[in-house]
Structure formats: structure tokens, C-alpha cells
């Protein structure tokens, strides 16, 4: 999914994978220069539709300070990226399952320009 406006815009793409069944594992959400091409088989949103809401209000654009108050300190960085990682368990149908999420949060000018998620269930 993507939205365009006449200076920049934001593509936000669903991952599955094979561990993922039918289920979304991740999303990469990510802004977008005025010169870059999508996709097309990326869906336009329109205004009405085009906002993204997250249980956590992380989004493009926060600064590295906004961040940092709402999710901590990351578990570590690598230049302009912040990589945050956490595990816990879960028992379903009487079979304990670990679960590792990450974000990595990628910063461009000081600011959010890309979000990577992911949901991994191990066993």
C-alpha cells in the first residue's frame, strides 16, 4: 500500500512468510522521496484511507528523542539505525512457544524513515 502527496509519501508493505501460515509476520513501513517509483502492484490509499495506526503510536518522522521515550533504549544500533528485540513465551495447546519481535528503526535527517517489523514463533 502506498500514499503520494506532491512532496513525499510513505509505502507500506505486509510480510509473509512460510513460518507465517496465513498470518501476517511483519510490515516494513517506510517514507518515500518525491523522485522514487513504486511498485505496481502496490495499492494507491487514498486520504480518507491512508493513515496507519499501530498499538504503539510509533511513526515515520519521529525523532530519535521521541523514540527513545516511547520504546526505551534500543537493544542496539548500528549507524543510523536503532534495533530493538524482544522475547517472550506464549503456550498454545499445551506446547510453550517463543516468540522474538524486532524493530529496526531506520533514521534519515534525524527523523523515522523506515520501520521493519517482525513476529517470529519458535518452538
Not at 528485540?85 to 516468540?99: A, G, P
Request: hydrophobic share 35%; aromatic share 10%.
Amino acid at each position: 500500500l502506498y500514499r503520494r502527496n506532491p512532496k513525499d509519501g510513505w509505502v507500506l508493505w505486509l510480510i509473509s512468510g512460510e513460518m507465517d501460515e496465513e498470518s501476517i509476520g511483519g510490515f516494513v513501513w517506510q517514507r518515500l522521496s518525491s523522485e522514487q517509483e513504486i511498485d505496481s502492484r502496490c495499492k494507491a490509499v487514498g486520504t480518507e484511507q491512508g493513515i496507519v495506526t499501530s498499538p504503539v503510536r510509533l511513526r515515520l518522522d519521529m525523532t530519535k528523542m521521541q523514540v527513545e521515550q516511547l520504546l526505551g533504549k534500543p537493544s542496539g544500533r548500528f549507524h543510523d539505525t536503532f534495533m530493538y528485540l524482544h522475547e517472550h513465551q506464549e503456550t498454545i495447546k499445551d506446547t510453550i512457544y517463543t516468540w522474538d519481535n524486532s524493530i529496526d528503526i531506520v533514521f534519515r535527517n534525524g527523523a523515522v524513515w523506515a520501520i521493519n517489523v517482525n513476529l517470529t514463533k519458535g518452538s
